[in-house]
């Protein structure tokens, strides 16, 4: 079975004008059968499931040395990525570029698999629940230049903040998916 290619090489092949700089590195998926052979110190090489190779390999481009994912599929793995601080800003700018210039759209089943298998990985984060109060929710190892809410109150002007209309039963961070998306902003 042939490598997937992810990282910025599939970048530069699927969007060569995304970024002036590529990272130089060679980035392969191997299903997770298949052993990489000859690894270099400097290559990042990754099994994943049978079942993400599967998917990623059925609509990716099949060259004579690796498969490409499609479009949709590079712009998932990206994003599967940023619940992680794994080059998250790198991860963010080449989100937003590939969804606003490009009109790319991820595919949710493959999201949803990756998110499983880096939670695996990478190390769940059950840890970072809404259901707290505000104190110790916004108490951790971010420096806030203002208060949270404060830049909420601002951008609603002279309104209430739209996030207080979706707080879930006394609750005062965790959002309401049902009252959230009353406002259809999801």
Request: proline share 4%; hydrophobic share 40%; glycine share 4%.
């Given at each position: 079975?042939?490598?997937?290619?992810?990282?910025s090489r599939a970048l530069r092949k699927l969007f060569p004008y995304l970024r002036v700089k590529f990272d130089?590195?060679?980035?392969?998926?191997?299903?997770?059968?298949?052993?990489?052979?000859?690894?270099?110190?400097?290559?990042?090489?990754?099994?994943?499931?049978?079942?993400?190779?599967?998917?990623?390999?059925?609509?990716?481009?099949?060259?004579?040395?690796?498969?490409?994912?499609?479009?949709?599929?590079?712009?998932?793995?990206?994003?599967?990525?940023?619940?992680?601080?794994?080059?998250?800003?790198?991860?963010?700018?080449?989100?937003?570029?590939?969804?606003?210039?490009?009109?790319?759209?991820?595919?949710?089943?493959?999201?949803?698999?990756?998110?499983?298998?880096?939670?695996?990985?990478?190390?769940?984060?059950?840890?970072?629940?809404?259901?707290?109060n505000k104190k110790d929710f916004f108490t951790d190892n971010?420096?806030?230049?203002?208060?949270?809410?404060?830049?909420?109150?601002?951008?609603?002007?002279?309104?209430?903040?739209?996030?207080?209309?979706?707080?879930?039963?006394?609750?005062?961070?965790?959002?309401?998916?049902?009252?959230?998306?009353?406002?259809?902003?999801?």
């Amino acid at each position: 079975m042939k490598p997937i290619l992810v990282g910025s090489r599939a970048l530069r092949k699927l969007f060569p004008y995304l970024r002036v700089k590529f990272d130089a590195d060679l980035d392969l998926w191997f299903d997770e059968s298949c052993e990489a052979k000859n690894k270099q110190k400097s290559d990042d090489f990754c099994s994943i499931p049978n079942k993400i190779y599967e998917m990623i390999s059925a609509e990716g481009i099949h060259t004579d040395e690796w498969i490409i994912p499609s479009p949709s599929h590079l712009l998932t793995i990206k994003l599967a990525h940023m619940g992680w601080d794994i080059f998250w800003d790198k991860h963010f700018k080449d989100v937003c570029k590939i969804k606003l210039i490009f009109k790319v759209e991820p595919d949710l089943s493959l999201f949803r698999e990756l998110k499983s298998f880096w939670k695996v990985k990478h190390g769940n984060k059950d840890f970072l629940s809404l259901y707290k109060n505000k104190k110790d929710f916004f108490t951790d190892n971010v420096t806030y230049a203002m208060d949270h809410d404060t830049l909420h109150e601002y951008v609603a002007g002279d309104k209430d903040p739209l996030y207080k209309a979706c707080l879930s039963e006394n609750e005062q961070v965790a959002i309401d998916r049902a009252k959230f998306k009353q406002f259809g902003l999801e």
